[in-house]
């Protein structure tokens, strides 16, 4: 309904929860039915004579009310009406997924609003980006990709840069190229699970190092070297997925020293290094000629932005590199490429990861409040917990029973490379989840580790 226009001379509320309020009227009194579609923002503000952002604020509001849903290029349009929540129910939760390690998602108005018109600009060259490109990136994504690297004291020559889709892909072709089925790769001994995922796909032996509160023992990794001679040290080295450890400067040096002594590459999942404003030089720092660096946006912009930026050791050894990745995935998808360089050039991804720093704060501050002192691992910037379950939990009781309530945590055997994995689990505060639910989540979660397993029979 485009011609829709709420008379807000009839609320003394702040004009964007009247605009809110007036949707919900409108919807109740039957003007405004499902699937209408609502005015575009800044037509409604000329109409009322209000800031583009008061209105923006109003339909942010209204969709956070079940009102209304956007779609990207499409609209704002008006909704059906949500069945009853589960915490409608006495003694119910909301069900919340905190088993993917998301960054929470922007839901400032004039964010959004800014990522759409970075959006949009992009769409107006829609035609080209449809076209199969150059391999490893335009000049225009790789100036981007040096600018967004330079932030981590990287400056790396073109030639050594290679646009990709996503960390995931191209962490598949460093390894191809780096190994073969049979041989070994090391990394922590609690790591990111998708390293293991792609560890078997490959067909490679991957070992897990001893870790300390500052990451992989050096020791341990020097005598590796000497017993497993391994093709490539893995490791994901700034909030760790899922321990949330940094390797400090002064281990990092002493873990180059050792891979240096034997010849080891290290491949570096730097997937979280960006949302520390100020956290310890990137291994491409200390050991350039050895390192392969992934600087995945997935992490530090958004989870659906699947691109990721690597820089190889030298020029030589990117080519089989580009070999490899050009079998597997043709190219990045230039319509991805060009809107993270757009979001680069224009500042957009800069407040996108002041906003990921400041929310994963608050959602920290949470955990600090309502969980146990001592109960947890987290770091303040950090999307997760590792929670350490304390005597007699054990990680698939305390799974099933936050699972029960419809609260979904990974237990520690996905990130276990070898050995018995210990009793704890991983816990997300991030993705599109509010932090109304993740308090009320670790409100529950508090409870639990306050009390036996017992109670887990109880919950029905």
Not at 236 to 246: A, E, G, Y
Not at 427 to 440: F, K, M
Request: overall charge neutral; aromatic content about 6%.
């Amino acid at each position: 309904m485009l011609d829709w226009t709420p008379d807000l001379a009839r609320s003394n509320k702040p004009r964007y929860l009247a605009i809110a309020d007036l949707i919900a009227e409108d919807i109740a009194n039957g003007r405004l039915a499902v699937g209408d579609r609502l005015p575009p923002q800044r037509a409604l503000a000329k109409r009322l004579a209000v800031d583009f952002t008061t209105v923006a604020r109003g339909y942010v509001e209204a969709q956070k009310r079940g009102l209304v849903e956007s779609h990207v290029g499409q609209g704002t349009f008006v909704k059906a009406p949500a069945r009853a929540p589960v915490s409608a129910k006495p003694g119910r939760l909301l069900p919340v997924d905190l088993t993917m390690n998301l960054p929470p998602e922007p839901d400032d108005a004039a964010l959004v609003e800014r990522m759409r018109e970075g959006l949009a600009e992009v769409g107006a060259d829609l035609v080209s980006l449809l076209r199969y490109q150059g391999f490893g990136g335009s000049p225009a994504d790789k100036d981007a990709a040096s600018a967004w690297l330079g932030r981590r004291a990287l400056v790396p020559a073109q030639e050594r840069i290679f646009v990709t889709p996503g960390a995931h892909p191209a962490l598949v072709g460093i390894l191809s190229t780096l190994a073969r089925p049979g041989d070994t790769v090391l990394s922590e001994g609690i790591t990111y699970p998708g390293a293991r995922a792609i560890a078997a796909q490959l067909g490679l032996k991957l070992v897990g190092l001893p870790m300390d509160a500052d990451g992989i023992d050096p020791d341990a990794f020097a005598d590796a070297c000497r017993t497993a001679r391994p093709k490539a040290l893995y490791l994901n080295p700034t909030l760790q997925n899922p321990t949330t450890l940094t390797i400090p400067e002064a281990r990092r040096s002493a873990i180059a020293a050792v891979a240096r002594r034997f010849g080891c590459p290290i491949v570096e999942d730097d997937a979280y290094g960006f949302i520390p404003a100020h956290g310890p030089p990137p291994f491409a720092a200390i050991a350039p000629d050895l390192t392969w660096h992934v600087a995945g946006l997935s992490k530090c912009i958004g989870a659906g932005l699947r691109a990721a930026y690597v820089v190889a050791p030298d020029a030589r050894s990117g080519w089989p590199f580009a070999a490899a990745l050009r079998a597997t995935n043709v190219m990045a998808s230039p319509l991805t490429a060009a809107l993270a360089t757009r979001w680069i050039e224009d500042g957009t991804a800069d407040t996108i990861l002041r906003f990921i720093r400041t929310e994963s704060m608050a959602r920290q501050a949470l955990a600090t409040e309502l969980l146990p002192a001592g109960s947890y691992r987290a770091d303040p910037l950090s999307f997760n917990l590792w929670v350490e379950l304390p005597t007699p939990w054990t990680r698939s009781a305390f799974v099933g029973h936050l699972g029960s309530t419809r609260i979904g945590v990974v237990a520690s055997d996905a990130f276990t490379v070898g050995g018995q994995p210990q009793e704890a689990v991983r816990v997300c505060l991030g993705g599109p989840s509010c932090r109304a639910e993740i308090r009320s989540a670790l409100e529950f979660m508090a409870h639990a580790l306050a009390g036996q397993p017992e109670m887990a029979l109880n919950v029905l």
